[in-house]
């Protein structure tokens, strides 16, 4: 279903099996984890996924594990699941980047909804890591230029704007192709709204 991996951590057996079994119903392979020391221990940052973790644990919570990846920056869809929601948890969740927050026992459909929003999410993210390594390669000037070029301006209207003649903008256009391995104008308009974190 997802050419992305799943976590699960959850200090209850029973959860866990019980969740990994639904899930594989689905065609979604679930990693699970008892602890999360454990999974902090043999996380591979090189293996990025999707996590599902339990609110409460002993020793370390979800929300401090959830804390703990972000200082490593690690920055993973985190789908929260709980059997003592409260709105203040909940509230809590949601500010610390939580993409979603489920109560037990957890609706098979409601967590594949979940999931694929979470991967959804996770495609948003590459995209925009993608889009800012290809942009980092262009001059500001090459940048500028791009960015008239994605709203649409001709090589004129961007020289006018820029004071500099139409020949040096053409000059930069093509500079920008070679860099980004493009002409085309549509791509530069889904670069540039994927670095500002609209696509």
């Known amino acids: 279903m997802s050419k992305y991996r799943v976590y699960l951590i959850d200090d209850d057996e029973a959860v866990r099996t019980a969740i990994a079994f639904l899930l594989g119903t689905y065609g979604i392979n679930v990693e699970t984890f008892g602890d999360p ?32 990846l972000a200082e490593r920056g690690i920055d993973w869809p985190t789908i ?8 203040a948890a909940c509230r809590r969740a949601f500010k610390a980047g939580i993409q979603d927050f489920l109560t037990k026992p957890v609706d098979g459909e409601v967590l594949v909804e979940a999931l694929q929003q979470a991967f959804a999410s996770f495609d948003a993210r590459l995209e925009k890591r993608e889009a800012r390594l290809q942009l980092a390669r262009l001059t500001e000037r090459e940048r500028e230029v791009l960015d008239m070029v994605a709203l649409g301006w001709a090589s004129k209207e961007i020289a006018a704007a820029l004071n500099i003649s139409a020949r040096t903008i053409d000059a930069h ?24 974190g609209s696509a």
Do not use: N, W, Y
């Open 37 to 68: 020391q454990t999974f902090l221990t043999h996380i591979d940052e090189e293996k990025p996924g999707c996590l599902i973790v339990d609110l409460r644990m002993p020793l370390v919570s979800g929300l401090q594990m959830h804390a703990k």
């Open 80 to 87: 929260m699941i709980t059997g003592h929601g409260d709105v």
């Open 173 to 196: 256009r093509a500079k920008i192709a070679e860099k980004l391995g493009t002409s085309s104008v549509a791509e530069f308009v889904r670069l540039t709204l994927a670095d500002k």
